[in-house]
């Protein structure tokens, strides 16, 4: 072994105390745990275990993959290593070369170097921040991080009055538009998976799960390759990020439904106030994380001369398989599967000239199937489980994508395609929320089932034919999916495996047009479009990255 100094960072400045590097590609055998994996780095990089300061995990992933024709799991593993700054190997030098070494990026920060001094003038009223969902949330907290003051709307429920309202529908089947499973505190996410992993890579994504996990989230989500926080424990998280936010001066009004703006007369293009259910709200900056459902509420915008644009949606059914399936499907009979719990999955079937893209979302272990809707007459559904896995059930989404060419011209056409089709499935169910239902193997052989089998979903399942209801290019899509996760997990397509519909909402038809930069709505000066209603994210760990991402853009640039 030798050492010599590490390629510097510039010419200028004080040497750094430490630096650290990023390791590719360790492996770890499930039986083991994790403390192997300092010295096993070390010794890849040619040193001795003491010369390591510190080790961070970055990414941890299961490897079920098959291998000639044996089937060995073990975890793949990248770890941050913080070395003395003139440590460089030869073995360091190979594996730089190789790619599976390099300098780990630098990680972002909430704090903001210098804000804009708009945000500080004599007399500036609160930034306002719509939504209490994933992005606004974390715009909230980018905000008070830095000093503003902040009052945040959200339509829906606090938590408890909101579970008493879910209660009250799940027992009388009649929703209640403003208190259901898509709006209240959290947002549509608090009553799915939890899951916050994403294909994003942004500096602030480690910032953002530590806050995450200081309030309660498990510390493995920050590397955790499947995330997951569970509907019960998510519910824990909330209650204590609402708690740290309130302690930094942030404002909750619960039961607060936006319905207007308030235009600067002789600046139109600027927001100077918001008309809510509770009155009239001042601000000097508006963040609009309204959520993907928030039908009512886009359409009124629209009206004031909100820009928003029609953009590509998932579309299809939900699957439910017995979890033990799922399981022997994933690890096959390896005796080391009992350590690790209930199997998940992410599968996906390519475009080809017979049909377009598949693949799961949302994928749900151990978990229930819930009707997620906030209107009679309408039926979507979405999944959910607890921390635990607990149920001996495993469901996902099944989708494929629908764009302008498909549901016509205009910028609302996706959102009268999405409610065609829930009215649809709301009839075949029998129109009390019962869902349509049909096995797999009935809809690849295009037949009615006379029954079907259990299923964990709130209100029911009664036999439909889900590939007649589903649009054909659904429906193709979905089929070639189903013969090709067979031969991923045997029994995938089977009687065994069940399909509920309708899921329409794993994304929004609409996009509001922002500035790349200053992320401002087009044609507004302090407009700021976040999250999954704006159509920039598509899922809780994305989003919380928009709206973390639209604030600290505000603060860059201020008002225009």
Request: aromatic share 6%; charged share 20%.
């Amino acid at each position: 072994m030798h050492s010599s100094p590490a390629p510097s960072g510039g010419p200028t400045g004080p040497a750094p105390r430490a630096v650290a590097w990023r390791l590719f590609d360790l492996r770890l055998s499930v039986r083991e745990g994790e403390a192997p994996l300092a010295s096993r780095a070390a010794r890849e990089l040619g040193l001795d275990p003491g010369a390591v300061r510190g080790l961070r995990i970055v990414r941890k992933a299961l490897d079920a993959r098959r291998r000639n024709p044996e089937r060995r799991l073990e975890f793949v593993c990248n770890v941050d290593l913080v070395l003395d700054p003139r440590t460089f190997t030869k073995a360091m030098s190979r594996l730089e070369r190789s790619g599976k070494l390099a300098r780990s990026p630098a990680p972002g920060s909430v704090v903001h170097p210098a804000p804009h001094s708009t945000w500080f003038s004599p007399g500036v009223a609160p930034a306002v921040v719509v939504g209490s969902g994933p992005a606004g949330l974390f715009a909230a907290w980018v905000l008070s991080a830095n000093g503003l003051a902040v009052t945040l709307v959200e339509r829906g429920p606090a938590l408890q009055p909101r579970a008493r309202a879910l209660a009250r529908f799940h027992r009388t089947r009649v929703p209640d538009p403003e208190q259901n499973l898509l709006f209240g505190e959290g947002g549509a996410g608090t009553y799915s998976d939890g899951k916050i992993y994403t294909r994003i890579d942004d500096p602030l994504e480690v910032p953002l799960l530590e806050e995450l996990v200081a309030a309660g989230a498990p510390p493995s989500i920050v590397y955790d390759s499947l995330a997951h926080i569970g509907t019960d424990r998510l519910h824990r998280v909330l209650a204590e990020l609402r708690r740290k936010l309130e302690a930094r001066g942030v404002r909750f009004l619960f039961d607060t439904r936006v319905d207007s703006l308030v235009l600067q007369g002789e600046d139109p293009r600027r927001v100077r106030a918001v008309r809510t259910t509770a009155g009239e709200l001042p601000c000097a900056a508006l963040f609009l994380g309204i959520g993907h459902s928030a039908r009512d509420t886009a359409l009124a915008l629209a009206a004031q001369g909100v820009s928003f644009e029609a953009k590509p949606f998932q579309l299809g059914l939900r699957i439910e398989h017995p979890q033990d399936l799922v399981t022997r499907g994933r690890y096959g009979e390896d005796p080391d599967a009992a350590a690790l719990g209930a199997a998940s999955y992410s599968l996906l079937c390519k475009a080809g000239e017979q049909g377009a893209a598949a693949y799961s979302f949302c994928m749900c272990p151990g978990g229930r199937i819930v009707a997620s809707v906030n209107e009679p007459g309408l039926l979507c559904t979405n999944g959910m489980s607890n921390s635990k896995h607990s149920s001996a059930w495993a469901s996902a989404a099944l989708v494929t994508s629908f764009g302008p060419s498909d549901f016509g011209p205009g910028a609302f056409a996706g959102v009268d395609f999405q409610r065609g089709l829930e009215a649809r499935f709301f009839a075949a169910g029998g129109g009390d929320f019962t869902a349509p239902a049909q096995t797999a193997q009935d809809f690849l052989d295009g037949r009615l089932g006379r029954e079907t089998r259990h299923s964990t979903y709130t209100f029911g399942t009664r036999p439909a034919r889900l590939d007649q209801l589903l649009p054909d290019a659904a429906r193709v899509a979905l089929a070639r999916a189903l013969v090709q996760f067979e031969r991923q997990i045997p029994g995938f397509a089977g009687q065994e495996g069940l399909f509920v519909g309708l899921e329409s909402r794993s994304s929004g038809p609409l996009r509001m047009p922002r500035d790349r930069t200053t992320h401002r709505a087009r044609g507004f000066a302090n407009l700021y479009p976040i999250g999954e209603g704006a159509g920039w994210a598509g899922g809780i760990m994305s989003a919380m990255l928009d709206g973390a991402n639209g604030a600290l853009a505000a603060l860059s640039h201020g008002a225009g």
